[in-house]
């Protein structure tokens, strides 16, 4: 019994790894489901509102100490980029293009990153140079497909929105590393997730993007149940384990899965496009975020974190 033990508890950091490279690809189909028939930001502010209580409740049973004045000022900015910008915009995004490619947008961040490092006059190896060529390659390829809908305003709305979502993602990564202090982060991802909720349902309420909780569709119910308990919770959760067990380069695989994930149910639960040219791109984006991210860490220029999608 005891050695049957000891191989789960070995397991258990690959079996982490994997629902996350899983679980976090599906979030795009449920953010995609949910804001079919209900405002995006409303669905957000729902979602965070209900992700928030899981995080609240534990930590407040726990007696955890409340964060003091400077961790709140770090808190309150990565609220707005993580939560209230990054969060809110992808899943408002996905509402105006396909979640696999929306998924494809999400995976380029680390670019902003070697940009930050460009704008910043800091140094850049020059894996990170050939990265961002490579993925630019990639982007090329995949939206040969779409050049026709970007006549359409909604579609290039949606592109927007996600590729400033990416920008806050990086941002909001380099803010942690640089300026966020010691804090519990689960206990912070809770707070955030709190305020943004109370802020974002505000703005929705503010400009008419709201509809009676009572007519909110059982459907969306669903999507933010999901994204509740799969998106916010449980994978967080294996994430923050994974991160404890393996290094880096094993960590974050899932990055590499995911969208493969989102494209893949994209296209067997929604009827998205799944071309050649899209599978290609996607692989070349990925190559060159692999170059990107392998130049960050051999070179410590920046650790960061990627967050819920």
């Known amino acids: 019994m005891k050695n049957f033990i000891q191989k789960i508890k070995l397991a258990l950091p690959i079996i982490a790894l994997a629902w996350i490279s899983f679980a ?7 953010s995609k489901q949910g804001v079919q028939y209900m405002p995006a930001i409303q669905l957000v502010a729902i979602r965070q509102f209900l992700g928030a209580l899981f995080f609240f409740a534990f930590f407040i049973f726990k007696k955890t100490k409340w964060p003091n004045r400077s961790q709140w000022k770090s808190i309150l900015v990565l609220c707005f980029l993580n939560f209230i910008c990054s969060n809110a915009l ?14 494809i947008i999400g ?16 140094y850049v190896p020059r894996n990170a140079i050939w990265g961002l060529f490579v993925c630019f390659l990639g982007i090329c390829v995949v939206f040969y497909d779409y050049l026709g809908d970007f006549l359409n305003p909604e579609f290039v709305f949606g592109i927007i929105l996600s590729v400033i979502a990416t920008f806050t993602w990086a941002l909001c990564s380099y803010y942690t590393r640089s300026y966020a202090q010691d804090f519990n982060p689960y206990f912070s991802l809770g707070i955030q997730m709190f305020l943004s909720s109370i802020i974002l349902y505000s703005i929705s309420s503010a400009t008419g993007n709201t509809i009676p ?3 909110i569709p059982v459907i969306s ?24 067990k393996f290094p880096p380069t094993i960590s974050s695989l899932y990055a590499y899965i995911n969208p493969i994930v989102a494209l893949v149910l994209g296209v067997l639960l929604f009827n998205e496009p799944l071309t050649i040219a899209i599978f290609i791109g996607t692989i070349v984006i990925l190559l060159g975020i692999y170059l990107v991210n392998l130049s960050i860490k051999r070179n410590k220029i920046i650790h960061y974190e990627i967050t819920e999608n």
């Open 24 to 30: 976090w690809g599906t979030t795009w189909i449920a």
């Open 90 to 103: 992808i899943t408002w995004g996905v509402k105006y293009i396909s979640s696999g490619l929306g998924a």
């Open 107 to 122: 995976t380029i961040f680390p670019l902003w990153l070697v940009v930050i490092q460009i704008v910043k006059k800091e």
């Open 213 to 215: 909780i009572a007519k």
């Open 221 to 244: 119910w669903y999507a933010i149940a999901y994204l509740v308990i799969v998106g916010s919770v449980m994978t967080f959760i294996a994430f923050v384990y994974v991160l404890q």
